[in-house]
T-cell receptor, first 115, second 115 residues
Framework: DAGVIQSPRHEVTEMGQEVTLRCKPISGHNSLFWYRQTMMRGLELLIYFNNNVPIDDSGMPEDRFSAKMPNASFSTLKIQPSEPRDSAVYFC?????????????FGPGTRLTVL | TQLLEQSPQFLSIQEGENLTVYCNSS?????LQWYRQEPGEGPVLLVT?????EVKKLKRLTFQFGDARKDSSLHITAAQPGDTGLYLC???????????????FGKGTKLSVIP
């Protein structure tokens, strides 16, 4: 079975450029999460969706970040304009919300470097 | 914000040794999860502990949830090089009405097992 798919795996861009990260969750899952991981701050939840609806975006750093989930099989995280401090590994995870503690399945991540 | 402190931050041991890593919080969680992350990959769930005082075993790994549900430990017996990785604990918070659960991650313990 295919797991969570993220693209690209690596992205190098220059400050001020727009960056779009993509995620395909596991088929049948109804929750999707975007995380950011850095050495300094660890793994932080940015935003999560339930049934394609954003539930909590309080972790989104600022207005430069936006996320969409147009359908159950696709989500994007966009940074515009990008800054060097946005350099991190961005993970997408999905789960099936069943009323108890979910198992979140993580993708392989996108390593973003902003020069 | 509910914070999880993990200790030690780094641990390097010889193959065959035993070790324990800790996850502590001042807050109560409904449950707690442990993940292992290998370089270049996303975290993978190892176990979920739900009840205060609960002990779960996964081969050579023993997980314990504190009686007050504020802390947890992971004990590895006779560590193997394959145990090398970043061990993350995550406190589970129910998102009432939203149908999904949020995770608050610690920064992890980076374990290296030397052959």
């Amino acid at each position: 079975d295919a797991g969570v798919i993220q693209s690209p795996r690596h992205e190098v861009t220059e400050m001020g450029q727009e960056v779009t990260l993509r995620c395909k969750p596991i088929s049948g899952h109804n929750s999707l999460f975007w995380y950011r991981q850095t050495m300094m701050r660890g793994l932080e939840l940015l935003i999560y969706f339930n049934n394609n609806v954003p539930i909590d975006d309080s972790g989104m750093p600022e207005d430069r970040f936006s996320a969409k989930m147009p359908n159950a099989s696709f989500s994007t995280l966009k940074i515009q304009p990008s800054e060097p401090r946005d350099s991190a590994v961005y993970f997408c995870a999905s789960s099936f919300a069943s009323g108890g503690p979910d198992t979140q399945y993580f993708g392989p991540g996108t390593r973003l470097t902003v020069l | 914000t509910q914070l999880l402190e993990q200790s030690p931050q780094f641990l390097s041991i010889q193959e065959g040794e035993n070790l324990t890593v800790y996850c502590n919080s001042s807050s109560v969680f409904s449950s707690l999860q442990w993940y292992r992350q290998e370089p270049g990959e996303g975290p993978v769930l190892l176990v979920t502990v739900v009840t205060g005082g609960e002990v779960k075993k996964l081969k050579r790994l023993t997980f314990q949830f504190g009686d007050a549900r504020k802390d947890s430990s992971l004990h590895i017996t006779a560590a193997q090089p394959g145990d090398t990785g970043l061990y993350l604990c995550a406190g589970v918070q129910g998102a009432s009405g939203a149908g999904s659960y949020q995770l608050t991650f610690g920064k992890g313990t980076k374990l290296s097992v030397i052959p």
